[in-house]
């Protein structure tokens, strides 16, 4: 082999493939340009790869990057990514390192040897071998021979170079914003373990992750203790040729890694990607030793290892909303993405902070708030300056990095992390405002609880941003009373997802140490099951009105849960049943039932019925929540509308009883004889409309004519028909003309101009 002295010129030449041009380095002696030559140098080349692993090592860490006369690399490697090459560096699931001259500033067995005083003559062997008078298993060999170290001179040198004298710059950082994402680190070195060990133990990485070669030791047959170095053990697969591509095989086979990446120095680590099961992307580095053949072969080549940081994916997240609910869950995506370094310094970001390199998410979160009025003054404004949303969630600071925005589309512009929380009935609005503006490639995830009515048939919140914007989308569900949320009482939710990459990124963003996520691969159940507790609600608000105990409202609430289900599986068979025992089922439901705003003002609608002062839902919705929306009394309408073009009311007795009774059909004693109150037939519906579609003018009323009769069915005995005015002597429509006008309701998740505080809640 030609040595390096007598190439003090490379040249590069293209080669045309279907993976795009490589730039492969041509070693070419200034006294002889011929195809000989080359033909002698690649020759040359291929033989290198062929060498044992052990060989190679050695004799690639004697190369150094060639120049020419005018001191230019005479190569051209890689310093920006492709598009491929950074997305695969950015889902990348497991990074394997080399150790020597990669994770370390110099080859670990060449500092044994200047350690051990032995420096010179091992120098020697390693020129023998790189002249060809001695080959390298030899010398590699003789050099473990020279060194003669015994397990206590290890010790001591660890001591006299602990691991952190000796990493590379920036190599912690990137191997902890790594771990950070749930990266898996492996070291994979032609060295020793012995030597190795301690500097996985020092970056966190477990000893099972690391593949080097192991020592052979002399045991004293007295003390029965290894005594002197006599080899190395050549079973390991880093001690033979491919022995890297090998040990990536392994550990493919032992885990479920779709992505992963192999960074070294060496010839031995570009082969890493050269073997089928090897790794999918060889990223060179040359911040130690820069050698030609690999910075010129690699698809991606760097020598400061903050340029991979850099590259690391940071998701920049949108919330879409500004209610309560939706005020509580960006105040713990805020708290998630807010940077924790300390103040000022030199790339402080928008919060004053030093970037993290464990930094999952972009710094500031954009929050899209339908603007208003508030107290004189643009409510975007007094946001962004106070840090607060004094209408519908006042009290509590959201975060100096949310920045509330009056635009929807410059909200998610940008965004990879799109976060739904508006009330249902505007969010079909919503998706189609956004349609061809959302991020190629970027996630959903709904915390809106409804659906959709459409005369094909019932369309979830997740189904319609799938639809329109074509992303994928999880769902959020749980009991989320916002207040308690914003005061960090222990709460929990359950993500329903289809894309586990997705929801694991998402839980990130949301779990907080009083806020525990769960993951549950059933979106549909998850999301009917926020859906349709707020129906449930409505009737447990019923049986606080009427004065009742926990015995009724606990069999309201079972029942309910009964119907939650077979509803759902009717619509969805797919739905699991462990769903419903889940903090998005049961969970949601109890938290509901006792602390939600649909049982406030269902509650408050009671007594006025009872007192024979009736008042509407809007306008209790208007003077109790105070901007919130109520969406049990819309969702009641939509699920009855589902229920009576299948002909299934008397399936969900209590389903369609409470829709009768805040649609003025029904007093609302019967909520408690929710099995008499469906049999009952009505002959004039009285102008009740469900399915049509809801926009930001619609206003529910309670029916505005008395329907002629109600019947029990099958039964035509005159003592069980009965008028609305005998069954409901006060009715809830007598109040419309006493009501106070309503405010518009905003889309962002509010009621319009209105300058009350807000009080609450879901």
Same mark, same amino acid.
């Given at each position: 082999?030609?040595?390096?002295?007598?190439?003090?010129?490379?040249?590069?030449?293209?080669?045309?493939?279907?993976?795009?041009?490589?730039?492969?380095?041509?070693?070419?002696?200034?006294?002889?340009?011929?195809?000989?030559?080359?033909?002698?140098?690649? &020759?040359?080349?291929?033989?290198?790869?062929?060498?044992?692993?052990?060989?190679?090592?050695?004799?690639?860490? &004697?190369?150094?990057?060639?120049?020419?006369?005018?001191?230019?690399?005479?190569?051209?490697?890689?310093?920006?990514?492709?598009?491929?090459?950074?997305?695969?560096?950015?889902?990348?699931?497991?990074?394997?390192?080399?150790?020597?001259?990669?994770?370390?500033?110099?080859?670990?067995?060449?500092?044994?040897?200047?350690?051990?005083?032995?420096?010179?003559?091992?120098?020697?062997?390693?020129?023998?071998?790189?002249?060809?008078?001695?080959?390298?298993?030899?010398?590699?060999?003789?050099?473990?021979?020279?060194?003669?170290?015994?397990?206590?001179?290890?010790?001591?040198?660890?001591?006299?170079?602990?691991?952190?004298?000796?990493?590379?710059?920036?190599?912690?950082?990137?191997?902890?914003?790594?771990?950070?994402?749930?990266?898996?680190?492996?070291?994979?070195?032609?060295?020793?373990?012995?030597?190795?060990?301690?500097?996985?133990?020092?970056?966190?990485?477990?000893?099972?992750?690391?593949?080097?070669?192991?020592?052979?030791?002399?045991?004293?047959?007295?003390?029965?203790?290894?005594?002197?170095?006599?080899?190395?053990?050549?079973?390991?697969?880093?001690?033979?040729?491919?022995?890297?591509?090998?040990?990536?095989?392994?550990?493919?086979?032992?885990?479920?890694?779709?992505?992963?990446?192999?960074?070294?120095?060496?010839?031995?680590?570009?082969?890493?990607?050269?073997?089928?099961?090897?790794?999918?992307?060889?990223?060179?580095?040359?911040?130690?030793?820069?050698?030609?053949?690999?910075?010129?072969?690699?698809?991606?080549?760097?020598?400061?290892?903050?340029?991979?940081?850099?590259?690391?994916?940071?998701?920049?997240?949108? &919330?879409?909303?500004?209610?309560?609910?939706?005020?509580?869950?960006?105040?713990?995506?805020?708290?998630?993405?807010?940077?924790?370094?300390?103040?000022?310094?030199?790339?402080?970001?928008?919060?004053?902070?030093?970037?993290?390199?464990?930094?999952?998410?972009?710094?500031?979160?954009?929050?899209?708030?339908?603007?208003?009025?508030?107290?004189?003054?643009?409510?975007?404004?007094?946001?962004?300056?106070?840090?607060?949303?004094?209408?519908?969630?006042?009290?509590?600071?959201?975060?100096?990095?949310?920045?509330?925005? @009056?635009?929807?589309?410059?909200?998610?512009?940008?965004?990879?992390?799109?976060?739904?929380?508006?009330?249902?009935?505007? &969010?079909?609005?919503?998706?189609?405002?956004? !349609?061809?503006?959302?991020?190629?490639?970027?996630?959903?995830?709904?915390?809106?609880?409804?659906?959709?009515?459409? @005369?094909?048939?019932?369309?979830?919140?997740?189904?319609?941003?799938?639809?329109?914007?074509?992303?994928?989308?999880?769902?959020?569900?749980?009991?989320?009373?916002?207040?308690?949320?914003?005061?960090?009482?222990?709460?929990?939710?359950?993500?329903?997802?289809?894309?586990?990459?997705?929801?694991?990124?998402?839980?990130?963003?949301?779990?907080?140490?009083?806020?525990?996520?769960?993951?549950?691969?059933?979106?549909?159940?998850?999301?009917?099951?926020?859906?349709?507790?707020?129906?449930?609600?409505?009737?447990?608000? !019923?049986?606080?009105?009427?004065?009742?105990?926990?015995?009724?409202?606990?069999?309201?609430?079972?029942?309910?849960?009964?119907?939650?289900?077979?509803?759902?599986?009717?619509?969805? @068979?797919?739905?699991?049943?462990?769903?419903?025992?889940?903090?998005?089922?049961?969970?949601?439901?109890?938290?509901?039932?006792?602390?939600?705003?649909?049982?406030?003002?269902?509650?408050?609608?009671?007594?006025?019925?009872?007192?024979?002062?009736?008042?509407?839902?809007?306008?209790?919705?208007?003077?109790?929540?105070?901007?919130?929306?109520?969406?049990?009394?819309?969702?009641?309408?939509?699920?009855?509308?589902?229920?009576?073009?299948?002909?299934?009311?008397?399936?969900?007795?209590?389903?369609?009883?409470?829709?009768?009774?805040?649609?003025?059909?029904?007093?609302?004693?019967?909520?408690?004889?929710?099995?008499?109150?469906?049999?009952?037939?009505?002959?004039?519906?009285?102008?009740?409309?469900?399915?049509?579609?809801?926009?930001?003018?619609?206003?529910?009323?309670?029916?505005?004519?008395?329907?002629?009769?109600?019947?029990?069915?099958?039964?035509?005995?005159?003592?069980?028909?009965?008028?609305?005015?005998?069954?409901?002597?006060?009715?809830?429509?007598?109040?419309?003309?006493?009501?106070?006008?309503?405010?518009?309701?905003?889309?962002?998740?509010?009621?319009?101009?209105?300058?009350?505080?807000?009080?609450?809640?879901?």
């Amino acid at each position: 082999m030609l040595l390096r002295s007598q190439y003090p010129v490379m040249q590069c030449q293209r080669r045309a493939n279907t993976g795009g041009g490589l730039f492969r380095p041509i070693l070419v002696p200034s006294a002889v340009r011929s195809s000989k030559a080359l033909t002698a140098t690649a &020759m040359a080349a291929h033989q290198l790869r062929r060498q044992p692993a052990a060989e190679r090592k050695l004799r690639t860490c &004697m190369a150094r990057a060639t120049v020419d006369g005018d001191g230019n690399k005479a190569y051209m490697p890689r310093t920006t990514p492709t598009d491929r090459v950074l997305s695969i560096w950015r889902k990348v699931d497991a990074v394997c390192f080399d150790v020597d001259c990669t994770i370390t500033l110099n080859d670990s067995l060449d500092l044994l040897a200047e350690f051990m005083g032995v420096k010179e003559q091992v120098a020697a062997l390693t020129s023998r071998a790189m002249d060809g008078s001695l080959s390298l298993e030899q010398a590699l060999e003789e050099r473990l021979a020279l060194i003669a170290c015994s397990p206590a001179d290890i010790k001591r040198f660890i001591t006299a170079h602990p691991p952190a004298s000796r990493l590379a710059p920036g190599i912690r950082e990137l191997i902890s914003a790594l771990q950070a994402r749930g990266v898996a680190i492996y070291l994979i070195s032609g060295g020793f373990r012995e030597l190795t060990l301690p500097i996985a133990s020092y970056l966190g990485i477990p000893k099972s992750n690391v593949f080097a070669n192991r020592m052979n030791w002399q045991w004293d047959d007295e003390s029965g203790e290894p005594t002197r170095l006599v080899g190395f053990d050549m079973s390991e697969p880093t001690a033979h040729n491919q022995g890297k591509p090998q040990a990536i095989a392994r550990i493919r086979h032992r885990n479920p890694y779709n992505t992963v990446v192999m960074i070294g120095d060496g010839i031995t680590d570009l082969e890493a990607v050269q073997s089928t099961g090897g790794a999918d992307l060889f990223i060179g580095y040359g911040g130690v030793v820069e050698r030609p053949a690999v910075a010129a072969e690699a698809e991606w080549y760097v020598y400061d290892y903050r340029t991979l940081v850099d590259a690391l994916a940071r998701y920049k997240v949108a &919330m879409i909303g500004s209610g309560a609910w939706a005020c509580a869950a960006v105040r713990m995506i805020a708290q998630n993405t807010v940077r924790q370094n300390p103040p000022g310094g030199e790339g402080a970001g928008a919060g004053g902070q030093v970037p993290d390199p464990a930094d999952e998410f972009a710094e500031e979160v954009r929050m899209w708030v339908y603007e208003e009025n508030y107290q004189g003054r643009k409510l975007t404004e007094v946001i962004n300056e106070t840090h607060e949303n004094p209408k519908y969630f006042p009290g509590f600071s959201l975060g100096p990095n949310v920045l509330a925005v @009056p635009s929807i589309e410059a909200a998610a512009e940008g965004a990879d992390l799109l976060v739904f929380c508006a009330p249902h009935q505007f &969010m079909h609005g919503i998706c189609k405002q956004l !349609m061809g503006k959302v991020k190629p490639g970027a996630a959903a995830i709904s915390l809106t609880k409804g659906m959709r009515v459409r @005369p094909e048939g019932p369309q979830l919140i997740s189904q319609m941003v799938r639809r329109y914007l074509g992303i994928d989308c999880a769902v959020l569900m749980g009991a989320n009373i916002a207040t308690d949320i914003g005061r960090e009482q222990l709460s929990e939710a359950v993500i329903g997802y289809d894309n586990l990459d997705h929801a694991e990124r998402f839980k990130k963003l949301f779990q907080r140490p009083y806020f525990r996520v769960s993951l549950l691969p059933d979106p549909v159940g998850a999301e009917m099951c926020g859906t349709l507790k707020n129906i449930v609600a409505l009737g447990a608000g !019923m049986v606080d009105g009427l004065g009742l105990g926990p015995n009724s409202k606990a069999t309201i609430i079972r029942q309910g849960l009964v119907e939650m289900r077979a509803f759902s599986r009717a619509l969805y @068979p797919s739905v699991r049943d462990d769903t419903f025992l889940a903090g998005c089922g049961v969970g949601d439901l109890v938290a509901t039932c006792y602390g939600g705003r649909n049982r406030l003002v269902a509650e408050e609608w009671t007594r006025g019925q009872l007192a024979g002062q009736p008042r509407t839902f809007e306008e209790l919705e208007s003077t109790l929540l105070r901007g919130q929306k109520l969406q049990g009394v819309l969702t009641s309408n939509e699920v009855q509308e589902i229920l009576r073009v299948r002909r299934w009311e008397q399936q969900y007795p209590l389903f369609t009883t409470i829709n009768r009774i805040i649609n003025g059909f029904l007093p609302p004693k019967f909520v408690v004889d929710y099995e008499v109150g469906s049999q009952l037939q009505i002959s004039s519906p009285g102008g009740i409309e469900s399915g049509a579609e809801s926009g930001p003018e619609d206003v529910l009323t309670p029916a505005p004519h008395p329907p002629a009769s109600l019947k029990r069915s099958n039964n035509n005995n005159n003592n069980n028909s009965m008028s609305r005015a005998d069954r409901y002597p006060s009715s809830a429509s007598s109040s419309t003309s006493s009501a106070s006008p309503v405010s518009s309701p905003s889309p962002a998740g509010g009621m319009g101009p209105s300058s009350s505080a807000a009080s609450s809640s879901r």
